[in-house]
């Protein structure tokens, strides 16, 4: 087995490989924390920031809590498996105080799995005021693996979440992302979910929104590319469920593959009479004006679709 | 002087409705030519067919770009040749900033330049996403730098001047001539007189065919005496045309 320095080494290689950058998983003045498997690579905290994360026989246990009206600005997490085989399991709680404000920067990296399952719990818990932001990249093998982000937030009056999952490089393998947020009172929520599925890539994703408060606003947004025989299902839930309540669906899968199969089923439910829910999806092929106008520039088909794909997934 | 590009007898049909009926036209090299005719004479559907874009291959005709039959050829191939195509109404690109836009035609695009001669400040546009947070009138204004930015031999105009308020339009003729300057020849479709103004020669399109050619001056008083107010779209009435 790799010492815990050259599995570090490895990692923070890794990440980088993938596009990270190596200084902001060390940068001063900002918290990090790197996970390996069931090992913790390391840990650093800062100003209003606390961590404490165990390891446990399949993976880690993580809460970090933002102190009450503190600005710590970005949170750094690399979290990941060099091997090609396992399981990692990983719970986590984040905790932000009362118009606290903090951004998360999360990469998950698997550049040799083979065989790995990757199960992700999010507890999220925004107080009154609190803004956070997180921003989760996965970087995969070619083969791919099982991963099953799960996440359960609840934001208070007036606190604001933008959440973004993106898992455009490397191949996806199986991914189920169950994502449901309840609002309380004026808060907002932004769910986006980018992927790239390629050959047998299986994607299920679901995003939830509950509007539970009065002028709590949300919107629940995917972007989904297929090639080859890729598969994806996307159910976008938002329910209004209180006075000037306002949500959005808005789900884009373009399908490129032969036997790529898309498929998306809004879900949007009010009652209460002043709340108002849209949705607009559009699955299948592009758009043949975004196409033909890049190759009125020049663009040969082929390189029309591969620039409009890589906007789509940025 | 010879065409750059000429259209001997088009003819394009939607179900039964000839919208281009045996359209001959021919622009000279360098020339600003326009394109005059109320909403709905077919002028987007030209632009269309000179793009080469898809579903407006002409049942019938030909266009011939600096002397070659381009027909058939595809919209690429058409770009390749140097026709661009500024829409009346521009797509929207998620994820793509107007710097990566101004630059499909290579990295040295001068982006802050282009931007300017648009009317467009660089440091607030330049890393702006292309996409519906843009209004239209912006958005119209990055599509004609995007054109610019194109180095076109021969460039077609579906109304760049709407959407665009009208204390901007000195801006977009300015931005005309500068096609011109720079070696372009310009096929600039309008219904507005005052944007006419700027071409060498104007052409009046009626019921699918060129009816009437002039100088804008003399076009321009035609069209507001008689096409403005003329509910026979596609009829095309003689007597007028001669009075
Ligand atoms: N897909 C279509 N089906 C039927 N008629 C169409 C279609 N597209 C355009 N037209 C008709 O063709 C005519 C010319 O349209 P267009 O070229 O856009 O006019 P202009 O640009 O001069 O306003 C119009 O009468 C329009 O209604
Ligand atoms: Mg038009």
């Not at chain 2, 077609?156 to 000195?170: F, K, N, Q, Y």
Request: glycine residues 12%; proline residues 3%; neutral net charge.
């Amino acid at each position: 087995m790799a010492s815990p320095a050259s599995e570090l080494d490895a990692m923070v290689e890794a990440y980088s490989a993938a596009g990270g950058d190596k200084g902001s998983l060390a940068s001063p003045g900002h918290a990090s924390l790197i996970v390996s498997g069931n090992k913790l690579l390391g840990k650093s905290e800062a100003d209003g920031v606390s961590i404490d994360a165990k390891g446990t026989p399949d993976g880690v246990d993580i809460t970090i809590s933002v102190e009450e009206g503190k600005d710590v600005g970005q949170v750094h997490l690399c979290i990941g498996m060099l091997q090609k085989k396992g399981r990692q399991l990983i719970r986590s709680h984040y905790i932000v105080g009362k118009n606290a404000s903090v951004d998360f920067v999360s990469h998950c990296i698997f550049p040799n799995a083979e065989r790995m399952q990757h199960l992700m719990d999010l507890d999220i818990r925004l107080s009154s005021g609190a803004k956070m932001s997180y921003r989760d990249e996965h970087i995969h093998s070619e083969r791919g693996l099982v991963v099953k982000p799960r996440l359960r937030a609840s934001i208070g009056e007036n606190a604001q979440l933008i959440d973004e999952f993106k898992l455009v490089k490397g191949a996806v393998g199986e991914l189920d992302l169950d994502y449901e947020v309840t609002q309380e009172k004026g808060s907002s929520c932004e769910l986006l979910t980018k992927l790239y599925g390629k050959k047998n890539d299986r994607m299920r994703v679901k995003e939830s929104l509950f509007l539970n408060g009065e002028n709590a606003s949300g919107t629940a947004k995917s972007r989904i590319v297929l090639k080859g025989s890729a598969k994806a299902e996307v159910l976008g839930e938002i329910e209004g469920n209180a006075p000037y309540t306002r949500g959005h669906v808005d789900c884009h899968e373009v399908v490129e593959g032969e036997n790529a199969v898309a498929e998306a089923v809004p879900r949007i439910r009010v009652n209460n009479p002043l709340a108002r829910i849209t949705h607009e999806a559009a699955i299948g092929r592009i758009n043949k004006k975004e196409l033909e106008t890049l190759m009125s520039r020049g663009l040969a088909e082929d390189e029309a679709v591969d620039f409009i794909v890589n906007g789509l997934l940025r | 002087m010879a065409g750059i590009l000429e259209a001997r007898g088009l003819t394009y049909r939607i179900g039964k409705k000839d919208i281009l009926n045996g359209l001959d036209l021919t622009i000279k090299k360098g020339e600003i030519h326009v394109i005059m005719g109320v909403n709905g004479t077919g002028k987007t559907t030209l632009a269309s067919v000179v793009m080469g874009l898809g579903g407006y291959q002409p049942a019938s005709g030909q266009l011939l770009f600096d002397g070659e039959d381009i027909t058939t050829l595809s919209i690429t191939e058409r770009a390749k040749l140097g026709i661009m195509l500024a829409w009346q109404i521009p797509a929207s690109f998620e994820g793509v900033a107007v710097r990566e836009y101004l630059s499909l035609g290579g990295s040295n695009a001068d982006v802050p330049s282009l931007l300017k001669m648009v009317g467009l400040s660089p440091q607030q546009y330049a890393g702006r996403f292309v996409d519906d947070s843009l209004s239209g009138g912006e958005r119209k204004r990055i599509e004609l730098a995007a054109v610019m930015a194109m180095k076109p031999k021969l460039v077609v105009l579906d109304e760049p001047d709407s959407g665009i308020d009208l204390a901007s339009t000195g801006t977009i003729t300015r931005l005309i001539r500068k096609f011109k300057e720079n070696g372009a020849s310009v096929l600039l479709i309008t219904h507005n007189e005052n944007m006419a103004s700027v071409g060498d020669i104007v052409s009046l399109l009626c019921g699918g065919k060129i009816v009437k050619q002039g100088k804008a001056r003399q076009m321009a008083r035609f069209f507001e005496k008689y096409c403005k107010g003329c509910e026979h779209v596609g009829k095309v009435e003689e007597e007028k045309l001669n009075g």
